[in-house]
C-alpha cells in the first residue's frame, strides 16, 4: 500500500516473523519504498512502541516533503533518512544571537582583520541603521523579504528623496557580509542577504576639463600661494593617480620618467610612465623630500590617510573657484586617462597605466576627446 507502513511485528533472532501469541526477540518494521524515496527497509526495535514511533515520525515526513522533494532525494540515492542525516551533520546550529550582538561582533572581526578606517568608518554607519531597524531581533529570524524591504526604503542624505542604487548596492553588499558572518559563526543555516536582486546602476557620464579649462586651472594653480598644493595637482592631471592614492605618494617615488605607485586602491602596484609635459612641469620639484601633498597643519596617520585627502579636495576646489573652472568628483584623474587613450590610441597600454579594466577604459574613455584636443591639451607647458 503506497504511503503507509504496515504495523511492527514481531521476529525472532533469526529476523522471521512469529506467531502472535510467542514471545517476541525484536519487533521489525517494513518500511516501503514509496516511504524511503529509495528502496525498501527493514527496520528492528527492541519493543513494539518505539518501533511505532518511528513508523509515525516517518510517516509524518513523508507527508510533509511532498513527492517533488522526494524524486529529487531519488535522484541522488538518498532516503528521508539519509538525507535528515547529511543535514543535521552539515547545517550550522541556529543560535538565539541579537542583531546588536552579531552586529558588534563582525565590526570588532572587520577590525582585527586591519581594514582600512574608511572602510570601518562605513561599514559602522550602514550598520547602525541595520541595528535601529530590527533592534531586539534575533539575527537567524531575519528574512530575504525583511532585508528587501529595509533596502528599498533607504533614503539619501537629504532623507528626502531615495538612496541612489549605487548606495543601495553597497548596502547590500554590507549585509551579505554580515549575514555571511554569521552563517559562519553557526547563528544561522543560510545567507538572506545573497540573494537580493541589485538594482541597475545609473549611467555615470565621465566628465572631462577641456583643454582651455586645463589651462586656466593650471595657470591659477601655479601662483605662488598655491605652491603647496601645485605638484599634486599636475600629477594628477597629467599622471591620473586616484585621490586616494595621492597621501602615500612621494617624492623618492619619481624614478626618471615613472612613477612608482605601490599603495593603490586596488592594492595592485604599477608604475606609471610621466608625459613629457609633466616630467617639465615638475622638473623644478624633483629634488624636493617628503610627501607630495602634506600641508602642515593637518595630522594624519599612516593608516588613515583621509585627512590629506579631505585638505586636498578642499584645496582643489579653492582654486577651480578662483579659476572659474567646475571640478566634478575624480575629473583630474578622468582628464588625464581619456587624453592619453586620444592621444595613444592605445586601449591595453592606457588600461595597465591607470590602473584600469580594458573594458573600463573602453567604456568610460575611449572616444570621449579627440586626438587634436589631446594635443591641445599636452601643449599646455611652462613658459
Known sequence: MKDTIRDPV???SNGRVIPENGKAFRWRLNVPASITGTSKQRLFFKTESAAKAERDSLLAVRKAAGEDLLAKLKERGMSIAQALEYALKHAPRAMPVPIEEAVTSFIASRKAANCKPRYLDNLESQLSQVKEEYRGAMIDTISKAQLEVFV???????EDTPASPKSRINYIITLTALFNF????GWRGENPAAKIRRPALDEVVTAILAPEEAKCLIEEASKPENSDVFPALIVQ?????RRSEIPHITWDLFKDNYLRLDKTKIRVKRAVGLPE????????????????????????????????EDAYTYRLGQIAEAAKVLLPKNVLRHTAITYRVASTGDIEATA???????????EHYLGAATKDEAIAFFSTRPI
Do not use: Y
Not at 283 to 305: E, N
Open 10 to 12: 514481531k521476529v525472532d
Open 152 to 158: 528599498k526604503g533607504l533614503s539619501g542624505k537629504d
Open 182 to 185: 554569521a552563517v559562519e559563526e
Open 237 to 241: 592631471l597629467f599622471a591620473g593617480p
Open 277 to 308: 609635459v609633466l616630467l617639465q612641469w615638475i622638473a623644478p620639484f624633483r629634488d624636493m623630500k617628503g610627501r607630495l601633498f602634506a600641508p602642515a597643519d593637518v595630522h594624519f596617520s599612516p593608516k588613515d590617510t583621509r585627512p590629506i
Open 352 to 362: 595597465l597605466w591607470a590602473g584600469n579594466s580594458v573594458q573600463v577604459i573602453r
